[in-house]
């Protein structure tokens, strides 16, 4: 299949986010600032296209959605994705919408985060995208500064922000991350040479992106169902530039539901295949078949062992997926059968560099699953 070329991508309809846009790994896109195409349309026009997705938030929704609300720009629509909600969202959403003619509901049943976005991303009409969760909180300025930072930097295809960590009853949570160091994402990200890789990410929920390079991936990819945001980012940084404003312009609620934290280990191997997936673009490499396989089989070990026949020497990949796997805690991922094995494996890399820090790292993870296993079992 071959790939469309940008500017018909951008003068053309949207693409279908359903597709796994396998063009897109064929060979590497040549317009690194296509965004910047559309960029006076955006400041004329101004249209914000809010996609929340929504999935038994009766709790939240109400106050998540009166602080896109009460936005200082506003200059948006908001598009809210029922996830299949059982509770009483459905009711409260319905309530909204008649109350603010920008809100609008579709209906879906229950697909998960990446089905929602998608159906969002569909239904948009804005020159960019805000994303929005039915728990978090926007600051009344988020939307304003960042609609000027986008004004003010043509490279950048998506810019998010700070966060303030708060607990379910809405107070700050006493340890809080650390504002970024700068507005412009570090220069090792994207850098392959750096061990491990750093993605260029900015926290989802803050992220406010230009809608061309958006319908150019096509969207988040159906079998990214934890980590879709992470695969977002690398193919976003392919087109140009991802920022994080200094400035803590959302609140954003630590609770047990997350999803990252339900399914940890999916959440690992979603995160490194993406990864991997990543790399495989770097070399001009077609991954299309690897991730269709991972989305219908999910396992992850056996797509890694694919991603290091397919790339090669090119890339230490079962060295990433063990590292990647063992210090967040699931070896498995990586194809370790169980602790003694990411242990000798462990052991191993220090006797063959023992002065890196990162040999020391995984020794402690690997300790840290003993000991982890010995509280269990107490």
Same mark, same amino acid.
């Given at each position: 299949?071959?790939?469309?070329?940008?500017?018909?991508?951008?003068?053309?309809?949207?693409?279908?986010?359903?597709?796994?846009?396998?063009?897109?790994?064929?060979?590497?896109?040549?317009?690194?600032?296509?965004?910047?195409?559309?960029?006076?349309?955006?400041?004329?026009?101004?249209?914000?296209?809010?996609?929340?997705?929504?999935?038994?938030?009766?709790? $939240?929704? /109400? @106050?998540?959605? &009166?602080? #896109?609300?009460?936005? *200082?720009? +506003?200059?948006?629509?908001? !598009? =809210?994705?029922?996830?299949?909600? $059982?509770? /009483? @969202?459905?009711? &409260?959403? #319905?309530?909204?919408? *008649?109350? +603010?003619?920008?809100?609008? !509901? =579709?209906?879906?049943?229950?697909?998960?985060?990446?089905?929602?976005?998608?159906?969002?991303?569909?239904?948009?009409?804005?020159?960019?995208?805000?994303?929005?969760?039915?728990?978090?909180?926007?600051?009344?300025?988020?939307?304003?500064?960042?609609?000027?930072?986008?004004?003010?930097?043509?490279?950048?295809?998506?810019?998010?922000?700070?966060?303030?960590?708060?607990?379910?009853?809405?107070?700050?949570?006493?340890?809080?991350?650390?504002?970024?160091?700068?507005?412009?994402?570090?220069?090792?990200?994207?850098?392959?040479?750096h061990f491990p890789p750093s993605s260029p990410a900015i926290p989802h929920p803050t992220a406010m992106i230009r809608s061309v390079p958006l319908k150019v991936i096509?969207?988040?990819?159906?079998?990214?169902?934890?980590?879709?945001?992470?695969?977002?980012?690398?193919?976003?940084?392919?087109?140009?530039?991802?920022?994080?404003?200094?400035?803590?312009?959302?609140?954003?609620?630590?609770?047990?539901?997350?999803?990252?934290?339900?399914?940890?280990?999916?959440?690992?191997?979603?995160?490194?295949?993406?990864?991997?997936?990543?790399?495989?673009?770097?070399?001009?490499?077609?991954?299309?078949?690897?991730?269709?396989?991972?989305?219908?089989?999910?396992?992850?070990?056996?797509?890694?062992?694919?991603?290091?026949?397919l790339l090669g020497q090119r890339y230490p990949v079962q060295h990433l997926a063990s590292y990647r796997a063992i210090t967040r805690g699931h070896p498995s991922v990586?194809?370790?059968?169980?602790?003694?094995?990411?242990?000798?494996?462990?052991?191993?890399?220090?006797?063959?560099?023992?002065?890196?820090?990162?040999?020391?790292?995984?020794?402690?993870?690997?300790?840290?699953?003993?000991?982890?296993?010995?509280?269990?079992?107490?």
């Amino acid at each position: 299949m071959s790939r469309p070329s940008l500017r018909a991508a951008v003068s053309g309809p949207h693409l279908d986010p359903r597709s796994s846009t396998s063009w897109f790994t064929e060979e590497r896109l040549d317009d690194r600032f296509v965004a910047a195409l559309a960029l006076d349309d955006i400041m004329q026009d101004g249209l914000i296209s809010v996609v929340l997705p929504v999935f038994n938030a009766e709790r $939240t929704i /109400s @106050s998540a959605l &009166l602080s #896109v609300l009460r936005q *200082t720009y +506003d200059k948006f629509e908001v !598009i =809210i994705v029922d996830d299949g909600s $059982t509770d /009483s @969202s459905p009711e &409260l959403l #319905v309530d909204q919408a *008649t109350r +603010d003619q920008r809100v609008s !509901i =579709i209906r879906t049943p229950n697909r998960g985060a990446t089905a929602a976005l998608n159906t969002g991303l569909a239904a948009a009409r804005g020159d960019l995208i805000a994303r929005m969760d039915a728990d978090d909180i926007s600051e009344p300025t988020r939307f304003e500064k960042q609609v000027a930072h986008l004004a003010q930097h043509k490279a950048c295809v998506a810019v998010g922000c700070s966060m303030t960590l708060v607990d379910n009853d809405d107070f700050p949570l006493p340890k809080q991350q650390r504002t970024p160091y700068g507005v412009r994402l570090r220069d090792r990200c994207r850098d392959f040479r750096h061990f491990p890789p750093s993605s260029p990410a900015i926290p989802h929920p803050t992220a406010m992106i230009r809608s061309v390079p958006l319908k150019v991936i096509g969207g988040y990819r159906p079998c990214f169902r934890s980590a879709q945001d992470r695969d977002l980012w690398w193919r976003l940084s392919e087109l140009g530039e991802i920022h994080c404003l200094p400035d803590r312009l959302l609140r954003y609620r630590r609770h047990e539901a997350a999803v990252s934290q339900r399914y940890p280990e999916r959440s690992v191997a979603d995160s490194l295949i993406s990864d991997l997936s990543a790399i495989a673009r770097h070399f001009g490499l077609d991954d299309s078949e690897l991730l269709d396989e991972y989305s219908s089989q999910r396992v992850p070990s056996a797509t890694v062992q694919k991603y290091a026949r397919l790339l090669g020497q090119r890339y230490p990949v079962q060295h990433l997926a063990s590292y990647r796997a063992i210090t967040r805690g699931h070896p498995s991922v990586a194809g370790h059968q169980n602790n003694s094995s990411a242990l000798r494996y462990s052991i191993l890399q220090l006797l063959r560099t023992p002065f890196s820090p990162k040999s020391y790292r995984l020794v402690s993870a690997t300790l840290s699953l003993d000991l982890q296993l010995s509280n269990a079992n107490d």
